[in-house]
């Protein structure tokens, strides 16, 4: 299983917007696309916003990932809570337990 936490920084003022079109939009659409969320966090002293997610299955990390991003629901979302994002982080993680 391949499991990636994402770290955002949120433009200043806009954590909980951001937090809130994240939870409507992007989680149903992962989901619906074979994703995994383990969690998603806000960090209100750094205006940031953690999460979890994985995949487990036949393709390629890369392939669900290209799939997701060009699908039409991902690509006319509006409001697309991307534009909130002052910088990402993607790193890919390894269970100790």
């Not at 669900?64 to 006319?76: D, F, I, M």
């Amino acid at each position: 299983m391949t499991i990636q936490l994402r770290m955002y920084t949120i433009n200043r003022g806009s954590l909980h917007v951001f937090a809130r079109e994240w939870k409507e939009k992007v989680l149903p659409l992962r989901i619906e696309h074979g994703f995994q969320i383990h969690g998603a966090w806000t960090i209100e002293e750094t205006n940031q916003f953690a999460w979890l997610i994985s995949y487990e299955g036949r393709e390629s990390w890369e392939t669900k990932e290209s799939a997701y991003y060009s699908s039409v629901n991902r690509k006319t979302m509006e409001p697309n809570p991307a534009r909130l994002i002052s910088r990402s982080e993607q790193y890919y993680v390894d269970s100790i337990l």
